[in-house]
């Protein structure tokens, strides 16, 4: 960042540091900020703005918001997470509300629905006109982890019977995002095969369309996970791709910028989730709201703490008379804890990708375990020398040296293992998976040191 | 999952659960895996191969990867990760390395040579041709963190003198990836505007290509972040945007699927990071180059613990009297490392979204302290009285709810301070961040649960 771009020209957005404008628009105040921010609106695209709102404190969000155009706010809103989106939801008084309702497409109204009351959901059906409302209820049968429910229906289709001619016409007037294809259909709705853009032009205008037809493009069944239909969309060498019902009939499209968005999400999700927090989460969240969504994840923590000091109490008469197992047992805790969530990391990237499964499990745990020991053979040297030697006895070094080793190969065993049994119940291993392997690695740890030191001193 | 799919048709790839594959793959074994690969290789886009080849042991992905045509092999290596590549290039015999370099594209090469000893990335620019050396040289002036270096240089470009005839021929002609737009450049190859290809065909061969030109395809520089690059590209309407020199020469474009692969790979790192480890880290690493890796962070961590260690030790008086302390003391370390690493998640997805910035710390700190606060008296005072009735001492629940308020409040404070800091000294706060937050939730919370105890208590 040099010096002399602070002083940032608004008027090449897009391709600029967002960074920068939004320490611009966070350092204004007031009327300032108003201003600002209203230079922006006038370039802007609507992603960037939803952007900035969310990065604004919730009173300077909801008057800056308002100075967005009518026109633009159900998009802007639609590209909010949803607990900002609410935020200013709230706040809006109800005609606005209503007005907002009235320009949601129904694709949108799906993606507002997994968050906001049924109340609210309702009120926006009712201002939809009746072929809408059957796209929503189309879309709506899919649940929230289906592709189904995501589709998006702008798309260029045909019938089977069309000519070359009809298809130049189609591109010729109509301009949708990320479309390359135009589908073809037969008379009951059943997707057939796709014709390419770049075909349509080479050919005579009073060719039958089927000759330019490529059965290559396959559809994605609309119970297709999110991720997989991303992976497909990303992994193939198109832009769109057609997803049908369970009959074959084409109920809409998934596209690669959609693709974007769910990786992202899912990726925000698991991020989120190592802190027992969610995707939709406000960076600004009204503090009691906010201290409510975190202290369940506090609560869960609180229980396997308990366990943990449970587990030393077992113990409280060696501890009163060996004070240095006190000192170095948060040590034990922590390396087996450090080291358990490195394979369980590994592990989380691999599901994602889709690349761990019950073939490779027991491969994998070989490989985890190998490292683990590797490692805890090494720090239980490392440790145990020092530990040995701070307080000046080898009966310590040597308690410490083997709880290490022990709680670090635990450590790999349970960071492969937990994730795989979640993954089987359905469990997200990125939010139960760290908890859990902590209270392994706290309960093992602290009962393998302080175990072996009531031997060895009792 | 229903059990009828699991005799899992091989054609329909792209379209179907990709962990049903990884599973059919990984169970078979020797020969018989041999045959359900080819029968993958002859349906599966390279991109699924890579992804296939990752989820094997290193013997099984060796073996495999001989079943890979040639003519495939350079594209699938380029889609996998760097150390389950160099895996596979460091088993291959050295005349095939070179045959394989032989096929590298120059974009493909600087992707690899981020990851790749120099004597590679040598052999293989000796195996190019003189032009497509000069272009691995344009790339390769950029850094890693520049946009510039990930450009494709697969694009349609035209002199701003050409005609609507040439830009339908090129249409007609070539057909690549992302590709929506005509970049028109001067006689000095300087970008001046794009033509869209939905333009081209409504409009009169002899017509001249300005008047279709739109300006409002803005160029990123070469110079900008990979994050923000991505980012304009995921909020503009385009599948690809022109790439400039600091000149305004054209150098390539960007597309809506790199945008992903970037996003995609920003959000593994900073979840791998999390662990202390590496997007490009194998899922089946050799367990002593496994055990290397991983063990810095171990290092790291353990100087940590000595660090929370030595402050415990501090105390070593009072804890051989009440023994209770001991018991009790990882809650309030643990209590406070919980709520700190919430504060520092929420920190890092939003500079990851670019919308943290000096201008809203310190709305963030007082929203983030708010709720620290509020979550830090609600569970002091539970936590206060379990302990209390459990050791049937009312001073010793003061003693932990004091020190449980103090370090939750402490432990919000530094998860927005420790990130913004790390941010400004241009260090991943994903991957550093976590320590140091539990070094300070660490020893803030012993020091003031052992400093209060022996206060009151000595």
Redesign the interface.
């Given at each position: 960042m040099t010096e002399d771009k602070t002083e940032y020209d608004v008027s090449?957005l897009?391709?600029?540091?967002?960074?920068l404008v939004?320490?611009?628009?966070?350092?204004?105040e007031g009327d300032a900020q108003a201003d600002v921010f209203s230079e922006i609106l006038d370039e802007a695209?609507?992603?960037?703005i939803a952007?900035l709102l969310?990065?604004?404190?919730l009173d300077a969000r909801y008057e800056r918001w308002q100075q967005v155009e009518f026109g633009e706010r159900a998009t802007v809103l639609s590209l909010m997470r949803a607990a900002p989106r609410m935020e200013i939801l709230k706040r809006m008084p109800s005609e606005e509300v209503d007005l907002l309702f009235a320009q949601l497409s129904p694709e949108d109204l799906i993606d507002w629905s997994d968050s906001l009351p049924d109340s609210f959901t309702d009120r926006a059906l009712a201002q939809m006109g009746e072929r809408q409302r059957q796209r929503f209820e189309l879309y709506n049968q899919y649940s929230e982890n289906e592709i189904g429910r995501y589709t998006d229906h702008q798309m260029l289709v045909l019938s089977v019977k069309a000519s070359v001619a009809q298809a130049?016409r189609f591109?010729?007037r109509i301009?949708l995002?990320?479309s390359d294809n135009l589908f073809l259909v037969d008379d009951q709705d059943k997707y057939l095969g796709c014709v390419?853009?770049?075909e349509v032009?080479?050919h005579a205008p009073e060719e039958p369309l089927t000759s330019l037809m490529t059965e290559e493009t396959?559809?994605?069944?609309a119970d297709?996970?999110l991720l997989?239909a991303a992976?497909?969309i990303?992994?193939?060498?198109e832009?769109e791709?057609p997803v049908v019902d369970d009959e074959g009939e084409l109920i809409g499209r998934i596209t690669?910028?959609t693709?974007?968005d769910l990786?992202?999400e899912h990726?925000?999700s698991?991020?989120?989730a190592?802190?027992?927090?969610d995707e939709s989460?406000d960076?600004?969240?009204p503090?009691?709201k906010?201290?409510r969504r975190?202290?369940v994840?506090?609560?869960i923590?609180?229980l396997?703490?308990?366990l943990?000091?449970a587990t030393?109490?077992l113990f409280?008469h060696v501890?009163?008379q060996v004070?240095a197992?006190?000192?170095?047992?948060?040590?034990v805790?922590?390396?087996g804890g450090?080291?358990g969530?490195?394979s369980?990391?590994?592990m989380?990237?691999?599901m994602?990708?889709?690349?761990?499964?019950?073939?490779?499990l027991f491969?994998?745990m070989k490989?985890e375990l190998?490292?683990g020991i590797?490692?805890g053979l090494?720090?239980a040297l490392?440790?145990g020398a020092?530990s040995g030697w701070w307080f000046a006895e080898a009966k310590i070094g040597m308690v410490i040296a083997c709880a290490i080793l022990i709680n670090m190969a635990v450590a790999a065993f349970a960071g492969v293992l937990v994730p795989m049994i979640l993954q089987r119940m359905n469990q997200d291993a990125a939010l139960s998976g760290s908890v859990i392997l902590t209270t392994v690695t706290?309960v093992v740890g602290f009962f393998t040191f302080l175990g072996l030191a009531s031997i060895l001193y009792l």
């Open positions: 090449s897009a391709q600029t540091d967002l960074g939004v320490q611009q628009l966070t350092q204004a695209e609507p992603g960037t952007i969310e990065s604004l404190p130049q591109f010729r301009d995002d990320c390419r853009r770049y032009f080479k396959r559809a994605i069944a297709t996970s997989d992976e497909a990303e992994h193939s060498r832009i791709l690669l910028r693709a974007m990786v992202r990726y925000e698991q991020l989120m190592t802190a027992g927090m989460d960076l600004f969240a503090i009691i906010g201290a975190r202290a994840w506090l609560g923590n609180l396997t703490a308990f943990a000091s030393i109490g409280a501890l009163s004070v197992l006190a000192i170095l047992m948060p040590i805790a922590s390396m450090i080291a969530s490195q369980l990391t590994l989380i990237r691999g994602a990708l889709g690349q761990v499964s019950a073939g490779n491969s994998l490989n190998g490292i590797v490692n090494l720090w490392v440790i020092i706290d």
